[in-house]
């Protein structure tokens, strides 16, 4: 190291607040997810308020089916587990472990995707567009038919609202995107590991990934209330 | 710098919660059709999910006063644009 680093590195800690933090790159990333999180929140206030407004909403939880979802929301509590083992096992010297608990991450990751793939293709065939949807609905909100042109609804029937779909694909497909991303990063810790990198007493790189895999799993578990249960 | 100090939290404990949480949270829909009750019962429960993840999953709990500082931040301003969205949604709740 040269002198104008060590002496770079002096001048830290001899400035250093309890306000310092153990870690600048996990602050980064706390900053990050500060900046996502407020993302999440204009998205989901936004689907309140449209949801609020609109008379004309399908019940989400007869419509969108919550069981797979129940399923892809166990899958990331417990892709969430593995992330926290795979920190421990780095924390006590463990590689092997390590590595093994950030596979099964990465598996957590790929099969909620393979899973949200498979829930948006299903409600696609159902009619559910960006822009529109072709749901028929009664007062209390339960889906009774399918909209084709020409059909008289009977009394009490309505079109469900266009933008039931553009927010339920927005909402989801953002978070959806977040997975993605985190199942590359994951990768590449995942590769760091295997070759090496990191330690017992340096495992920072594994911690702050973790923290963008939790906050993803924490805006599920928001996403999932808001959007499919209440 | 200082390094992490803390203890591991027992991380099997916070999942049997978050799933036991999961699970209620899944039969309220169907025992609870009242929309203000279920309402406040998911939100609840989301609210002790999010919180337990961040807590001891995210180590927020182990965490100095600057992290949990930038961590409070976006939900005073989510928390405010709630408030700010207050006037038009109670205008169109009036109005019916």
Known sequence: MSQVATAGYAAVDKYETPLTPDSWGKLGMWVF??????????????YGAIRFGAANWPNPTETLGIMLTAVM??????????????LAAMQEGDRQGCI?????????????????AFEWSHLIGEGMKLAENAFIIDASGSVVGHYHEGLELAAGQMRASSLFGTTFFMTT???????????????VILLKVMRGDYSPEDPNGIEIVGLYWHFVDLVWILVFTFVYLV | ?????????????????????????????????ASV?????????????????????????????????????PMVICGFLLFMLMPDLSWRWITG
Do not use: R
């Open chain 1, 33 to 46: 997810l500060a900046g996502d999180a407020m993302s999440f929140g204009a998205l989901l206030a936004t």
């Open chain 1, 73 to 86: 929301t166990f899958l990331l509590i417990c892709s969430s587990v593995t992330m926290v083992k795979s």
């Open chain 1, 100 to 116: 093994k608990f950030l596979a099964m991450t990465i598996a957590g990751g790929v099969i909620f995707l393979g899973l949200q």
């Open chain 1, 173 to 187: 497909g953002f978070h959806g995107l977040h997975v993605f991303s985190g199942v590359i990063y994951l990768t």
């Open chain 2, 1 to 33: 710098m200082a390094g992490q100090t803390h203890e591991h939290p027992n991380y099997m404990a916070i999942f049997w919660w978050l799933l036991g949480l999961t699970i209620l949270e899944v039969m309220v829909p169907t025992l609870i059709t």
């Open chain 2, 37 to 73: 009750p279920k309402v406040i019962l998911l939100v609840g429960m989301a609210v002790t999910k999010a919180t337990l993840v961040a807590m001891y999953f995210m180590h927020l709990k182990f965490e100095k006063g600057l992290v949990k500082v930038i961590a409070l931040t």
